[in-house]
T-cell receptor
Framework: GQQLNQSPQSMFIQEGEDVSMNCTSS?????WLWYKQDPGEGPVLLIA?????ELTSNGRLTAQFGITRKDSFLNISASIPSDVGIYFCAGRTSGTYKYIFGTGTRLKVLA | DAGVTQSPTHLIKTRGQQVTLRCSPKSGHDTVSWYQQALGQGPQFIFQ???????QRGNFPDRFSGHQFPNYSSELNVNALLLGDSALYLC?????????FGPGTRLLVL
């Protein structure tokens, strides 16, 4: 099935470090969503973005809607062990209702 | 405020059988989407229901069908199960563009 390019695929970081990940598409999107998924559970919505250039924060998390409307970025500051999990981006084009998901970034935090 | 709920949590079926999965949306949400998530992959869109009608469908065969009830809850039916249908089935509800997922139903087809 169709998936967005998400990078990095996985990363190990030290507790307290900042993390950056991004998602790119060949299509122009009007909505970007960022999710975190723990093993065996459903994805949890972290941040929703609705217009180009928008920068939105949720605690230590900050996400941006790229100005080309073909990419989005998620940053996590001062990572903690509970940040471990898989982060997915999801995007939607105008005139459609389905979200296309990224391939996921697996984050592992070393205490 | 209850979030999105799904039942059952786990299910084991054999090839050729039929299965029905259920979803109750978050309070105030009128749109329900279903996704299939294979191990190690992102969710894949199956279809979306709004006002009791299928509004959009992804690239899934007709063996996958659904229904939305007047209270906005929804069912996903899969007929003639194949081994490849083994996956986590996720329901997501929305009021507007932000969608919220339930915990999923893990289906194993033997």
């Amino acid at each position: 099935g169709q998936q967005l390019n998400q990078s990095p695929q996985s990363m190990f970081i030290q507790e307290g470090e900042d993390v950056s990940m991004n998602c790119t598409s060949s299509s122009i999107f009007n909505t970007w969503l960022w999710y975190k998924q723990d093993p065996g559970e459903g994805p949890v919505l972290l941040i929703a973005l609705y217009k180009a250039g928008e920068l939105t924060s949720n605690g230590r998390l900050t996400a941006q809607f790229g100005i080309t409307r073909k990419d989005s970025f998620l940053n996590i500051s001062a990572s903690i062990p509970s940040d471990v999990g898989i982060y997915f981006c999801a995007g939607r084009t105008s005139g459609t209702y389905k979200y296309i998901f990224g391939t996921g970034t697996r984050l592992k935090v070393l205490a | 405020d209850a979030g999105v709920t799904q039942s059952p949590t786990h299910l084991i079926k054999t090839r050729g059988q039929q299965v029905t999965l259920r979803c109750s949306p978050k309070s105030g949400h009128d749109t329900v989407s279903w996704y299939q998530q294979a191990l190690g992959q992102g969710p894949q869109f199956i279809f979306q229901y709004y006002e009791e009608e299928e509004r959009q469908r992804g690239n899934f065969p007709d063996r996958f069908s659904g229904h939305q009830f007047p209270n906005y809850s929804s069912e996903l039916n899969v007929n003639a199960l194949l081994l490849g249908d083994s996956a986590l089935y996720l329901c997501a509800s929305a009021q507007g563009r932000a969608q919220y997922f339930g915990p999923g139903t893990r289906l194993l087809v033997l």
